[in-house]
């Protein structure tokens, strides 16, 4: 059972910056995508960011280009989010996504979620 887990949240003022990482582990697989996501009460889960493996292509929100970045340690099967000039909006639980293949298969796997909460 592949298990992902988060770090990096926390709370900071409005403008700061925090970097959230997440690192799949269990069983022997490959990483096709990892990603971020955002969910906040009453609203449907978001994309932020996705990264393909290798960092071959990356993917962004609007509202999060250019304040955010994502890259992954292919090797240590991990994914950061470097999150810049945050804003209150911003604030969210944010979740780690992964789609991994196992044999000749892929599933989807997510994280616990972190919370990140902006003050203004």
């Known amino acids: 059972q592949v298990q992902l887990v988060e770090s990096g949240g926390g709370l900071v003022q409005a403008g700061g910056s925090l970097r959230l990482s997440c690192t799949a582990s269990g069983g022997i697989f490959s990483i096709n995508t990892m990603g971020w996501y955002r969910q906040t009460p009453g609203k449907q889960r978001e994309l932020v960011a996705q990264?393909?493996?290798?960092?071959?292509?990356?993917n962004y929100a609007d509202s999060v280009k250019g304040r955010f970045t994502i890259s992954g340690d292919n090797a240590e099967k991990t994914v950061y989010l470097e999150m810049n000039s945050l804003k209150p909006e911003d604030t969210a639980v944010y979740y780690c996504?992964?789609?991994?293949?196992?044999?000749?298969?892929?599933?989807?796997?997510w994280g616990q979620g972190t919370q990140v909460t902006v003050s203004s």
């Open positions: 990264i393909t493996a290798g960092g071959g292509s990356t």
């Open positions: 996504k992964a789609i991994v293949r196992i044999g000749a298969y892929q599933y989807q796997y």
